[in-house]
């Protein structure tokens, strides 16, 4: 078997197959890269004398990121669905979920056993949580440190292709979060092989992954491979990557860009729709501008402008960023609804300036719309979701403004029948030391806000890992199954009024009456009409249009009244919504 493997400033390069090494030559057509034979076997590449370490491009770490690699013939798995040829991101729904806590079972087929369920809830995608390999059983999967392997306790590469694959029997597309910008802090073995990381830039994990320093060409080719891997080998449709502001690049092409080319190129070539979704902070519309006329080319991007100004408007939370969208909610979320970006050259008190520019109206299925996601679940120091604290009617009416929206909707596992399940920060570092650091930094961190320290779970614990896993009978019982009946109908509306899902922003109108506390979004012949708590009285919202059909209702519902006027009118209960028809 030949093996390679890139070590510029290593003296002396040898691959351990069975204890034993094997001298590496240098490649004279390639500067800086090894290559030799050996026989087949777990392995791993000694540098120096030293001792041997995993490949940094493996796909197999069967004994753990400190352990030897094995290789892995991708062309050996039956793939049973062969007609699968994709389909595109605008006009779907997705779901976010992490596998080790999807199910009990906390594997790829576990999870797999629960794809129906999503069928029939009737999203469009299933967005994973990172599966690269990280120390340990447990965690959120952004502390991965090989970033071509597939987690083994999860079921390794064959589990996270049967998961694809049983996934796109049902129609289900899969996307997977994947994390270019760090490595985590244990078991990164990188630096030891070249200058894959840079002290020109610094991140909020330390030096930032080098994008355009020395050695720079080789690296983003590790990770365009890393990428181009997942949709090609694994049959991924399509990647969200992790907090692209923090891809620091000073080069005249940008890492994001290169790698756009790339996926276009790759899906051209097995004539499937792939595309690449951001999370990017930065409010810069060129993140998902089109490569010809100056932007990155990503397909989309996280709109967490419009998650906060929901947060606020459901929720009254104001500490933190959210200061600047609680000042008005009702404004926010309109301003949300028909610009897109909150933020968008606007005064923020959190960043203490200005932020953002101006978000393109026809593009609004090129942000992803959410009301809860693992951020802003599992960075809260409880780890509570929406439904920890509101009621069902609360909960529906961000359901209805999620799902009704001009993005593209993403809902959090469990949220489509108010899990009344936490989803907390967990870890499993398998270096005592970290362990406690990470344990007490985040309890320090949330003393600041006013946390005892006994209230902030243990990340360290099984028990916060447990805590943190679905609860599969509670959608049979009330509340949540009216919820999640909810949720399908809205889904299925969405599908079948082509106005539900018109991404231009410029076609939305939003209006409010905060005193009152209610918000009416038009979409189309569509009034999507939302009232925030309030008496026991009926509160009359007008309609304008004139009444056609009621299509969906949660709480008490009515139409007309004395007060309905010409354009008609809807009468609300206390946190009740409803979605009509106009004439």
């Not at 459901?314 to 933190?320: A, C, H, K, V, W």
């Not at 519902?557 to 009468?571: I, N, Q, S, W």
């Amino acid at each position: 078997m030949r093996y390679r493997v890139w070590a510029p400033e290593a003296k002396v390069v040898e691959v351990e197959v069975g204890a034993i090494p094997y001298l590496l030559e240098r490649d004279p057509a390639r500067p800086g890269w090894w290559h030799g034979e050996a026989p087949e076997g777990d392995y791993g590449f000694r540098l120096n004398g030293g001792r041997a370490l995993p490949d940094p491009r493996s796909a197999w770490q069967p004994f753990g990121p400190d352990g030897l690699s094995r290789r892995v013939d991708h062309g050996a798995f039956a793939w049973s669905e062969t007609a699968w040829r994709g389909r595109p991101l605008p006009g779907a729904v997705v779901y976010e979920l992490h596998v080790g806590t999807f199910t009990a079972g906390g594997t790829f087929d576990a999870a797999a056993e629960r794809l129906d369920h999503l069928v029939d809830l009737g999203v469009d995608f299933v967005e994973l949580m990172p599966v690269c390999a990280f120390p340990g059983r447990s965690g959120w999967g952004y502390d991965g440190v090989d970033l071509w392997a597939v987690h083994e306790p999860y079921g390794g590469p064959d589990g996270l292709k049967r998961f694809v694959d049983a996934a796109h029997r049902r129609g289900l597309g899969v996307v997977l979060d994947v994390v270019h910008n760090h490595l985590g802090p244990s078991g990164n073995y990188l630096p030891q092989y070249g200058p894959y990381f840079t002290d020109r830039h610094q991140t909020p994990w330390g030096s930032a992954v080098n994008l355009d320093a020395p050695g720079s060409d080789e690296v983003r080719a590790f990770l365009i491979g890393s990428a181009l891997s997942w949709l090609r080998d694994y049959r991924i449709d399509g990647l969200r990557l992790d907090a692209v502001h923090a891809l620091v690049d000073t080069r005249a092409r940008h890492f994001l860009e290169e790698l756009a080319a790339e996926v276009e190129k790759l899906a051209q070539a097995t004539g499937r729709p792939l595309f690449l979704v951001g999370e990017s902070d930065l409010n810069d519309p060129r993140t998902t501008a089109a490569r010809e006329a100056g932007g990155l080319g990503l397909d989309a991007q996280w709109s967490d402008d419009f998650h906060h100004a929901l947060h606020c408007l459901l929720t009254g939370e104001s500490q933190g960023y959210y200061a600047d969208f609680a000042a008005d909610p009702y404004a926010a979320v309109a301003k949300t609804l028909t610009r897109g970006f909150f933020h968008d050259g606007s005064w923020s008190s959190f960043r203490g300036r200005s932020h953002g520019r101006p978000f393109p109206a026809g593009h609004g299925h090129r942000l992803l719309g959410y009301a809860q996601t693992h951020d802003q679940v599992g960075n809260r120091a409880v780890g509570d979701r929406l439904s920890a604290a509101l009621p069902p009617g609360r909960l529906a009416a961000a359901a209805a403004l999620v799902l009704t929206s001009p993005f593209t909707p993403m809902l959090f596992m469990g949220e489509e029948w108010g899990a009344g399940t936490p989803w907390q920060y967990f870890t499993d570092h398998t270096d005592p030391r970290l362990a406690e650091a990470v344990r007490q930094g985040r309890r320090r961190e949330f003393a600041e806000h006013g946390w005892r320290a006994e209230e902030v779970p243990d990340p360290q614990s099984p028990d916060t890992v447990a805590a943190s896993t679905l609860d599969w009978a509670e959608p049979k019982r009330a509340p949540h199954a009216e919820l999640l009946s909810w949720y399908r109908e809205l889904i299925r509306l969405r599908r079948t009024a082509p106005e539900l899902s018109d991404g231009d922003l410029a076609a939305v109108r939003v209006r409010y009456d905060a005193a009152a506390g209610w918000l009416a979004v038009h979409r189309g012949r569509y009034r999507v009409l939302v009232r925030l708590g309030g008496s026991a009285q009926p509160l009359t919202v007008p309609l304008e249009g004139g009444f056609a059909a009621l299509e969906a209702a949660f709480g008490e519902v009515a139409v007309g009244g004395a007060a309905a006027g010409p354009g008609g009118a809807v009468l609300l209960g206390p946190d009740a919504v409803a979605v009509v028809r106009t004439a």
